[in-house]
């Protein structure tokens, strides 16, 4: 018997650019749910980290703190 294997896609995706000619891809999952944060520079394979809700908000936090 053969099961169906169910996808899981992004609800929200974000891409931004950053100095360098790196790009930063945010997916979301949902609003409970961890998000998917990943770097990639050039050709270079892509790093990332999944990020809890509250690691996501306290990230943004800072962010923000740094740009002022």
Known sequence: MRQVVTKICPKTRRTLRALGGQRI?????GR???T?????R???APRGAWLSP?????L????RR???
Request: no cysteine; charged share 30%; glycine share 10%.
């Open 25 to 29: 891809v945010i997916e979301g999952f």
């Open 66 to 68: 740094i740009l002022k």
């Open 36 to 40: 998917f944060v990943a770097i990639a």
């Open 54 to 58: 509250g690691e996501l908000r306290r």
């Open 60 to 63: 943004a936090e800072t962010v």
């Open 42 to 44: 050039g050709d270079e």
């Open 32 to 34: 409970r749910a961890p």
